[in-house]
């Protein structure tokens, strides 16, 4: 016999290793012990484990009698409260009859190098949304004003003559910065330089002060996909289908991969299955005069 086949450990008990990590991440402050021997009341022998946590490594799901036996355990211990956990799942029978026991059943969720390592995705609603933006002057000086048609590119400055960038600009970085409303459809008469004085060159070489507004179309675009989950300990609740965690990592998210791959959304009222992240995306890409 060689030194690792020696030493290597059972799967059954490399599972409830998994196990007892898992219970540690998701109750940090209780006291999670593994293979903790206790007498049982009723027959006399020594049960492993205080909070009663069983750990199946079955080929096939647990059926009622796996049920009903680890309910004699519970109760031998007097435990008040029993979970079982299996990485084959459990029988509709035993889900039954579990439910009716008050047994909590689970399947290991974990992304970690095991037997029984999981490839997880989490179900994502994008939201993308597109600025459209047209561009108003108004101005009341009795100087003469001569505007080029693409007026919101040129130079604007405060009363002090620092220069503030151009409309355009400013407009696209409020935009980005969530400044401005985001809701699909129009916004009329949005400021761009907000409450400052702001001055342009009149065409004729000199400042007159100006008011510069922004109106902007908000177009919504939505697509429904998966996200990889690349770090995840959970349990799975076989009879809520909810994943027990405290914690996960999702995979990076590529607009372009999303429109391209991704199913496109009309009505978020008939998505096939419901996402448990929205996520909204600001894009600035339309301009318009």
Not at 3 to 10: G, L
Request: some cysteine; charged content about 25%.
């Amino acid at each position: 016999m060689s030194n690792d086949t020696k030493y290597e450990i059972p799967d059954w008990k490399e599972l409830e290793h998994l196990v007892a990590m898992i219970q540690m991440q998701l109750s940090p402050d209780a006291s999670v012990q593994h293979n903790v021997m206790l007498d049982g009341l009723d027959s006399e022998t020594r049960r492993p484990i205080r909070i009663v946590i069983g750990c199946k490594d079955y080929s096939k799901p647990v059926d009622v009698k796996g049920i009903e036996e680890f309910q004699g355990l519970v109760q031998d211990v007097r435990a008040q409260k029993g979970a079982l956990v299996c990485p084959c799942g459990f029988t509709k029978s035993a889900l039954r009859r579990a439910k009716k026991l008050q047994i909590d059943l689970y399947r290991p969720v974990s992304t970690g190098k095991h037997k029984w390592q999981a490839k997880v995705t989490a179900p994502v609603l994008c939201d993308f949304r597109s600025s459209y933006m047209s561009f108003g002057i108004s101005c009341s000086s009795p100087k003469p004003l001569s505007l080029p048609y693409d007026f919101y590119n040129l130079p604007v400055q405060d009363e002090e003559g620092n220069l503030l960038g151009t409309s355009l600009a400013t407009a696209q970085a409020n935009w980005d910065n969530g400044i401005y409303p985001s809701e699909p459809g129009e916004h009329e008469r949005l400021s761009i330089y907000g409450d400052k004085k702001v001055f342009i060159d009149n065409g004729h070489e000199d400042a007159v002060e100006v008011d510069l507004t922004l109106g902007l179309l908000v177009k919504q675009k939505m697509y429904l996909g998966h996200l990889p989950i690349e770090d995840i300990n959970g349990l799975a609740d076989e009879q809520t289908g909810g994943v027990v965690t405290n914690a996960f990592t999702l995979g990076g998210l590529n607009p372009e991969e999303v429109e391209k791959t991704w199913q496109q959304v009309e009505d978020v009222n008939s998505l096939e299955f419901q996402p448990i992240f929205r996520v909204v995306g600001l894009d600035c890409y339309g301009i318009g005069t």
